[in-house]
């Protein structure tokens, strides 16, 4: 799923041609290495988000500082752009030598056969399973026990909420741990209903979230968007249809959501949230540095997406990367990736608060408060990566969403049921997924 490391204005409005940044400098690492004819001391590095400002800019100018290995920086295209340049790389013959995989495509992208596999670089590096949260360490496993890729940490959905608008509206503030006493989805609905006033703002935002499909379908007592062997479109067996129908009637039947054909412009619902318009919203953790930059006027926090019937997990994004077999630095690209996913880089990215390391001991550092910064409940970030759910995966998953999600556009319009439509479409969904 993609979603930036650092989700600032910026990304939105960056233009989707290639870019290409040096990371430049010197230090001891590299002059004593720079006549080192064993190894290559550079590595280029994909990925769909600009470099300037964000959280991996200061990570990869440490990256050379310690090992002398400069990081030529290529920013592809963004958003959905980015799918086919990742296609087009890999069946290149001059890849870069890592790259940034959209997660919920990696199992298509490993079984073209086109990226290394990681498992003894990690056996080697004695990176081990219990130094690591199952749901990161475990995510880019593949059914034949290759590692394709690595994940760097999660981005777990929370829900942001407005702390000035719930005081006006004398609505009690959500759990400040993970927890749904006193937070189910009726709860969450009578809270949106207390904060939404007419023509002036919204109690809450959830439909423009993607992962909704896949959470509040397993809250619900269902397997989310794919069986767990990725074979089957759980997401319209009934758990699903529920959810998907409870998420579209926070516009259609409660009135607390705006308008599917208003928040499915980009970027739509965490400008209105930033601006005070909407008073809770679903999205990736990676929002707080958004949020700290544009929510002026007003205190926030972040509280657990609610519970349903069965559970209350959230999903998460994992941030992850691979090296192409055709790489021509692939020794560099796995001593950068190595370098990101333990704790000198790890450290770094839980400190800037970009997304909850993998690595636990570096994890910690997320969840610490920022003097003077929301959310105060930082924590309850850290401990929304150990209630993570990993949904099944499939190969041909940019062609199922290519069916699905248009026909439910006029379930988020109010102008048919998710009862309905997601029986409809399931027979072309698994004809797809099956190919």
Avoid at 387 to 410: C, K, M, T, W
Wanted: with cysteine; glycine share 8%; aromatic share 10%.
């Amino acid at each position: 799923m993609s979603i930036a490391i650092g989700t600032r204005t910026r990304v939105l409005a960056a233009a989707a041609a290639a870019t290409l940044i040096a990371l430049a400098g010197c230090s001891k690492a590299e002059s004593q290495s720079a006549g080192n004819a064993s190894g290559p001391q550079k590595v280029v590095l994909m990925n769909w988000e600009a470099l300037q400002g964000s959280p991996l800019e200061p990570v990869l100018k440490q990256f050379t500082a310690d090992t002398g290995i400069q990081v030529e920086y290529q920013f592809a295209a963004s958003g959905s752009d980015y799918w086919p340049k990742t296609r087009t790389v890999l069946g290149s013959n001059n890849p870069p030598d890592i790259m940034r995989i959209d997660d919920d495509f990696l199992p298509y992208y490993a079984s073209t056969g086109k990226l290394q596999d990681l498992k003894d670089d990690i056996s080697s590096a004695g990176m081990k399973s219990g130094d690591y949260y199952d749901s990161v360490y475990n995510s880019t496993v593949q059914a034949d026990g290759s590692i394709p890729a690595w994940s760097l940490g999660i981005q777990p959905r929370v829900i942001f909420y407005n702390k000035k608008m719930f005081k006006e509206a004398g609505v009690p503030t959500p759990p400040t741990t993970w927890s749904g006493k006193g937070w189910t989805w009726d709860d969450f609905v009578k809270a949106a209903q207390k904060l939404t006033i007419k023509d002036k703002r919204w109690g809450a935002d959830v439909v423009d979230d993607s992962a909704f499909e896949t959470l509040y379908s397993v809250n619900n007592g269902g397997e989310g968007r794919w069986t767990k062997d990725g074979k089957g479109f759980a997401l319209a067996d009934p758990p699903g249809q529920e959810a998907v129908q409870w998420v579209a009637d926070l516009t259609c039947k409660y009135g607390v959501q705006p308008a599917w054909s208003e928040l499915s412009q980009t970027g739509k619902g965490a400008e209105m949230f930033a601006a005070g318009q909407i008073g809770m919203i679903e999205r990736a953790s990676s929002f707080v540095d958004y949020f700290r930059t544009n929510a002026k006027g007003f205190d926030w926090d972040v509280a657990p997406v609610p519970a349903g019937s069965a559970d209350q997990i959230t999903q998460g994004n994992q941030l992850v990367f691979a090296i192409p077999k055709a790489a021509a630095n692939k020794d560099a690209a796995w001593k950068l990736l190595q370098y990101l996913t333990t704790a000198k880089g790890a450290d770094q990215f839980a400190k800037a608060g970009a997304f909850v390391p993998g690595l636990k001991s570096s994890a910690q550092l997320a969840g610490k408060p920022v003097a003077g910064k929301p959310p105060a409940s930082a924590s309850l970030i850290l401990g929304a990566a150990d209630h993570s759910f990993r949904s099944g995966r499939v190969e041909n998953i940019e062609d199922a969403i290519g069916i699905y999600r248009p026909a439910l556009d006029p379930v988020k319009n109010c102008q048919a049921k998710a009862s309905d439509v997601l029986p409809k479409v399931k027979p072309d969904v698994l004809s797809t997924i099956d190919q």
